[in-house]
């Protein structure tokens, strides 16, 4: 180590950690880029060679930012942090695909009290591995020490990624028509949302993160740690599927504000849905943090996602054909409801949701068994 850098050491920050740092997760980054990245890991600005756009007729670029919330504070209380990476992934990526767009690259930022080299490293390659499965390449990040500002065992993380879709390909509330059937399809647990809340009941109950839970089958951090699903590269094959062309009309990633308000985002003014909750049944682990709190699980709707993390709608004539080209690519899909642009009473519904002038959800009925 140089003078200068032991006295940066000095004040906590340690260069040398963070040296080690990306050489443990070189490989797993290298992995996900492919000829179109250009000057591989530790450079101070990833290139992506965009010459695929050429081939567009007129392509427009998403973008996306988010992070992972309070679901890291679990992380850190057992010490596991292979899966964060992927719940960065999905949270930003797959509201990407919401427009119907590919993902090209991503970039990440993780910010510490000190760098602990492996656990940066199973940090990053959890975001490295979901990029990968989700065809995003990893061009560039940013691990930064805050000495002072947080514990030494403390990080946060957020990302970036952009991606494109040709013009006339995008989904948005336009292509929605009365009849129009929506699609739910499963969440894996509760994501990457509402572990406030989740935090709140636990700590209220005196409930520690390494107790074993019955009701769960295994500790309540393993189970709050469930990775967020990955819908990208599914959701693209189906939307890419010739036989299928134009029957998905959009898409809604239930994440913040919960069932009801992301799904009216993304329908038309004037429209009007009824989500059917007997059309499927919350997962344990709703039901059990549910009990706990002593709330009714329809009162948790506007906090977490109770079992469905994506909508679709699609045209009414092809409804039976996008579910089960979505559930051979591993995405348990059913039925919620239906679209109306009918004239009606909308007290009750969510309506603009997120700042969105867009269309009115409500939820009906009991939840199955």
Known sequence: MSENASIYAQSGVDTAAGDLAVELMKSAVSRTHGPEVLGGVGGFAGMFDASALLGYRKPL?????????????????????????????????????????????????????????????DIVRGIA????????????????????LLGVDDYDVAGAATGVVEADKMLQPA?????????????????????????????????????????????????????????????????????LDGAIHVLSHVTGGGIAANLARVLPQGSWVEVDRASWSPLPVFRHLADLGGHSLESLEGAWNLGVGMFAVVSAAQ???????????????????????????????????????????????????
């Open 175 to 243: 292509r929605v028509q009365d009849g129009d059937v929506v699609l739910a399809m499963a969440a894996s647990g509760l994501h990457s949302n509402g572990f406030s809340l989740v935090r709140h009941i636990l700590a209220e109950k005196g409930i520690g993160y390494s107790e074993h839970s019955a009701e769960l089958g295994t500790s309540y951090g393993e189970a709050l740690l469930t990775p967020t699903a990955l819908y990208t590269a599914p959701l693209l094959r189906v939307l890419e599927d010739s036989t």
């Open 319 to 369: 409804a039976p054909q996008v579910a089960a080209a979505l559930t051979a690519e591993g995405l348990h899909t059913w039925v919620a409801g239906t679209v109306s642009l009918s004239t009606r009473d909308l007290t009750g519904f969510e309506q603009g949701a997120k700042g969105v002038d867009g269309g009115a959800v409500r939820l009906t009925g009991t939840y199955a068994a």
């Open 129 to 148: 591995e979901a990029c990968e499965a989700t065809g995003t390449a990893l061009v560039g990040g940013e691990t930064a020490e805050h000495p002072g």
């Open 61 to 121: 670029l998403a973008s996306s930012t988010d992070g992972v919330g309070t679901k890291v504070a679990i992380a850190q209380a057992i010490d596991k942090h292979d899966t964060i990476g992927q719940d960065l992934v999905a949270m930003v990526v797959d509201d990407i695909v919401v427009v119907g767009a590919k993902p090209l690259f991503m970039t990440d930022y993780i910010a510490c009290g000190k760098i602990v080299p492996q656990r940066i490293a």
